[in-house]
């Protein structure tokens, strides 16, 4: 390599790149080929590269002779070795940092500053836990100006501009970095961003050593200060700079804006770059595009699906580019199945293993905080595949019914629990089902469990001590669910990074023995894990290529498939760094968000423009959220579709154009016929069973209401999954106000009263006792728990206020009758009927007699007005003999007239059991301040009221009973009762 007047070259980014770069270097390459460097952005390039001089080397049938070839990041640690070992022995051994390990150095610094942050030495600014999510942000702030071999000064009055403790750091950010600097130096530490600028310091030895070989640097866009100033220095001694650009910049004419660091670069060396004339003339043509507007993800994906399928009989290469990891794991199952090959990292954060060791961190984070473990998460843990794929020596999960147990413990309680009482309940009630786990192998495997997941990581306090509990966590699953690893191949390649790479990261660096917060300590690992992901094997690299946008650099594709072209992935949007925002960085002279953008469209329009047809896909309808828009297309396609638009002279739209086409379901709403039940004889058998053991109000109400819930409920005997809910559980506080109400009337009983002066202290203390004592209170949310104290108190208050002067008869007392049901033929069945009265009340207003009180504390039944008066309805009743009394029609109308079996039936046991007259029966609403809604209004005389007990509640009790015994089939019924049935998402209506 000799000095020399040498112009850039530059290939027209419409032609291949790796084959024209291949043959230009065979040709200009004055030496051997394999005393040859050649410097590339990334290794992918390199494989490539490699591939066409082996294909031109049998194509001449020449012996492979390779060059060096070096992505940027090996050719700066090459180059170090490299001067080291002609004069310079000191880069050689030198420890280089993580960005963990820079950060602890950078507090180290921080604390030694002479006068420390601010005049008055605040201490606390230099505390490690407040300065460690504000040091990582620094240390990578650091490395910026290593790479563009920039010495910040001091920033001040930048308070409204950034956080006060970053304000702080900045007005000290030329102190910070020349300490920093001296402190790496003396300590022998070095960092990536530092041996850059070292390399480029030293850039003249460098460009000398290497004089006698001939350097290629080939395909770079944007340079960093660091690499800009190498670059020149081995420029100028002769090495070929390479681009893949738009021609354009060689004749002076205006160049394609995505070339703007380009034009830029020229700018700088004061030269202009040289291509073939023909490319200098021709003009850029976009190549054949298509549009393929997608609903979401799943619509992009059938799209690609179908265009695969053509393009699998097609010659030539093909790629399918990601502009988001995340959509790697849902185009798997749409690739074809041969000649494809991944060429991307999956990172470890999306992977099954990341969800379950990043909520383990979050139980022991609420565990410090709250002194027990959080039960919501605990289920969700003990629910995660991996616990229960822990296997025993002979291959079996003896953990599994163990994990069952704890999550109906922890959503039967619904509440945070001590660990010890946790494992002593559920092994409590597993002694008496599961013989297994007396075994040996039970014990141990149970004991390794609990130590991996659990007790490793109480008393932590360092990241040496977080390391070492991740460690058994990791080394248990890997050993105990060996099994599944062949099979879930991410996730063991995940667990190994893990293993092998985060870990140790966390345990062996400078911070290592640094006590922090908990809090801190579960960000760190949770920062170093989602830095790990897992690469794919590079090889073939024919087929159709998976690639990410970053991938596909100086690469080129005859056809090409971008999936989910939207605005927040192409370009996409930097997250806001708090410690150093655009307009600062733009004062420092440091590369801001327009860089960023101007990479990411040089990378697209380059991949694009180099191919022979694409189709680009992108969503339209789908939002990320409630309260957010839809995603917008990326301004890539915009600008795409605008220049399309200039071409044919009108608007494109979907569908209107063969080149952009809209791809979409139209899915029906989801119908099912709702499925009866038909009973067989053992399950006649059970309800004649059940019928005869005793029939109740609620019984009767649940059939009336939904013949199908019937049947699960009593007949199958299904019970939904019991867990605690935080809103409260309504049946539970009902009859936790029946207990209050009763305890609170019962020294009324048999004594006329007026009630309303009663002392309301009395039944609130009796509440609010009853209240604390209960399990669902203890399961509420604090904010719903005050709510249900203040309503419940002002609702007692007004409930006593509204009780009139009466002598109570009875308090809950259970009643009962037999009832006989005539049959087809002239049989009479005897039917136990019993029932549970609230309240019996003895007044003389409105009317003098008894009047039977039931209490609600949600919404009472409500019945037709003129039900009672319904000559129809009650000869239809009347009709229904045994042999057509399963007529689901007229079931349904007597439901929607009745409401309610439960007071004709109290009515008619008080009759069974008392001779007293009976006035009236009606519920006591407490959820409405006590409000009384009686069966019979004012418009019923005695005589009518006499009527419809005597003749029409018989009636009613015996169709229903006629009914449930002769069904054909239970139906299910549609109505509001389905928002909380326990069986409504398998019902199908």
């Known amino acids: ?90 880069f050689n051994g030198i420890r280089s940092l993580s960005r963990l390990d820079q950060t602890f150095a950078l507090h180290q610094v921080v604390s030694t500053l002479p006068g420390g942050l601010s005049v008055s030495s605040d201490i606390t600014a230099m505390d490690m836990n407040r300065f460690l ?30 956080a006060d403790y970053a304000a702080l750091l900045l007005s000290r950010l030329g102190d910070i970095y020349v300490r920093y600097e001296q402190t790496l130096a003396a300590k022998g530490w070095t960092t990536p961003g530092l041996q850059c600028r070292t390399l480029a310091r030293q850039a003249e030895i460098l460009a000398q050593s290497l004089q006698d070989n001939d350097v290629f640097i080939a395909g770079f866009y944007a340079l960093t200060g660091c690499e800009d100033t190498l670059f020149h220095r081995l420029w100028d001694s002769g090495a070929h700079v390479i681009w893949h650009s738009d021609p354009a910049l060689c004749g002076g004419h205006k160049a394609h804006w995505g070339c703007a660091e380009h034009d830029q670069w020229s700018r700088r060396w004061k030269t202009r770059p040289i291509c073939d004339s023909r490319a200098i003339k021709a003009t850029t043509k976009i190549p054949s595009v298509r549009f393929i507007e997608g609903f979401d993800r799943h619509s992009q994906l059938a799209a690609l699906q179908d265009e695969l399928e053509i393009a699998v009989s097609q010659q030539g290469s093909a790629a399918v580019v990601l502009p988001d990891t995340g959509l790697l794991a849902p185009l798997l199952r749409h690739l074809p199945d041969k000649d494809v090959n991944i060429s991307m990292g999956y990172p470890l954060e999306r992977s099954a293993l990341f969800a379950l060791l990043d909520l383990v961190l979050e139980i022991h984070l609420q565990r410090e905080k709250h002194g027990a473990y959080p039960w919501n998460l605990l289920t969700e843990f003990v629910r995660h595949p991996f616990p229960g794929q822990l296997a025993g020596d ?98 063991a390649e995940c667990l190994y990074r893990t293993l092998i790479e985060a870990v140790p990261m966390l345990g062996t ?12 300590l579960y960000s760190l690992a949770r920062q170093v894990m989602r830095g790990q992901s897992v690469s794919f094997e590079p090889e073939p690299l024919t087929g159709l290529q998976v690639l990410g946008l970053l991938e596909t650099r100086l690469l080129s594709f005859d056809r090409l498939y971008i999936l989910d072209a939207t605005e927040d992935k192409l370009p996409g949007s930097a997250d806001h760094d708090p410690l150093l925002p655009d307009t600062l960085r733009q004062h420092l002279c440091l590369p801001y968000s327009r860089e960023r953008e101007h990479v990411a469209a040089y990378n697209f329009y380059r991949l694009l423009m180099s191919c022979k047809e694409a189709v680009i896909c992108y969503p339209k309808g789908e939002h990320k959220g409630v309260l957010d828009s839809a995603r917008l297309r990326s ?176 308090l809950e007392k ?70 057509n009394a399963s007529d689901p029609e007229l079931l349904a109308r007597v439901n929607k007239a009745v ?23 009606g519920w006591i609403n407490l959820a409405e301040n006590g409000q009384e809604t009686f069966l019979f209004s004012n418009k019923y005389e005695t005589e009518v009221r ?21 069904v054909n089939v239970f139906e299910p019924v549609q109505g509001s009762h389905c928002a909380w049935c326990d069986f409504s998402q398998s019902c199908g209506l």
């Open 1 to 90: 390599m000799q000095a020399q007047t040498n112009p850039i070259h530059l290939f027209s980014w419409t032609e291949d790149f790796i084959p024209a770069v291949g043959n230009f270097i065979q040709e200009n390459c004055q030496g051997p080929l394999d005393e040859a460097l050649i410097i590339l952005p990334h290794r992918r390039a390199a494989r490539y590269l490699t591939n066409h001089f082996k294909e031109s080397a049998i194509a001449s049938r020449s012996v492979l002779l390779s060059p060096t070839m070096l992505s940027l990041e090996d050719f700066i640690r090459w180059g170090l070795r490299r001067i080291g070992h002609v004069g310079d022995d000191n």
């Open 133 to 162: 999510p504000w040091g990582i942000r620094l240390a990578g702030v650091m490395e910026d100006f290593f790479r563009q071999d920039l010495t910040p000064t001091n920033l001040s009055n930048v308070g409204g501009e950034v």
């Open 394 to 491: 002979k291959g079996d999960f003896p953990l599994r019914p163990f994990l069952r147990t704890m999550d109906r413990v922890l959503r039967e309680r619904g509440r945070d629990m001590d660990l010890d009482d946790l494992v002593s309940v559920a092994l409590d009630r597993l002694t008496s089902t599961d013989e297994a786990i007396s075994t040996l192998v039970f014990k141990e495997l149970l004991e390794f469990f609990l130590q991996a997941f659990f007790k490793a990581y109480e008393g932590i306090n360092t990241l040496a001590d977080l390391a070492d509990a991740l460690r058994q966590t990791t080394s248990l699953l890997l050993e105990g669910c060996a099994p599944i690893w062949k099979q879930r191949l991410i996730d």
């Open 509 to 520: 660096g400078l911070g290592q023995d640094v006590s922090l917060k908990p809090d801190i």
């Open 635 to 810: 301004r890539f396609v915009e600008q795409l579709l605008w220049e399309k638009e200039k071409q044919i002279g009108r608007i494109l739209a979907p569908d209107t154009d063969p080149a952009f086409i809209r791809k979409q379901y139209t899915l029906p709403p989801l119908t099912s016929l709702p499925v009866g039940i038909v009973p067989g004889p053992n399950a006649r058998k059970r309800i004649h069973k059940l019928v005869q053991a005793g029939v109740s109000a609620t019984l009767l109400d649940t059939y009336m209401r939904c013949p199908k819930l019937f049947f699960q409920r009593y007949v199958l005997r299904l019970e939904a999954l019991k867990q605690a809910n935080p809103d409260g559980d309504k049946p539970e506080f009902g009859k936790l106000m029946h207990d209050v109400l009763r305890r609170f009337f019962t020294a009324s009983v048999g004594v006329d009263t007026d009630l309303s002066e009663l002392a309301v202290g009395d039944i609130i203390d009796e509440f609010l006792l009853g209240l604390e004592d209960a399990d669902f209170f203890k399961q509420m949310a604090p904010d719903a728990q005050i709510l249900l104290r203040l309503t419940g108190r002002e609702r007692l208050k007004e409930f006593i206020k509204r009780q009139p002067r009466a002598r109570i008869h009875f």
């Open 814 to 883: 259970q009643l009962n009758m037999t009832f006989p049901v005539h049959g087809a033929e002239q049989e009479t069945q005897l039917i136990p009927i019993r029932g549970t009265i609230d309240r019996c009340d003895l007044r003389t207003m409105p009317e003098d007699g008894m009047y039977i009180l039931d209490y609600k504390t949600g919404s009472s039944p409500k019945s037709s007005s003129d039900v009672w008066e319904n000559e129809d309805l009650w000869a239809e009743v009347q009709r229904a003999r045994p042999e």
């Open 899 to 921: 409401g309610s079996v439960q007071l004709p039936l109290y009515c008619l046991l008080y009759k069974a059991n008392f001779d007293t007259p009976l006035i009236n029966a």
């Open 946 to 966: 006499e009527d419809i007990v005597d003749v029409r509640f018989p009636m009613l009790l015996e169709y229903l009973l006629r009914h449930l015994l002769n």
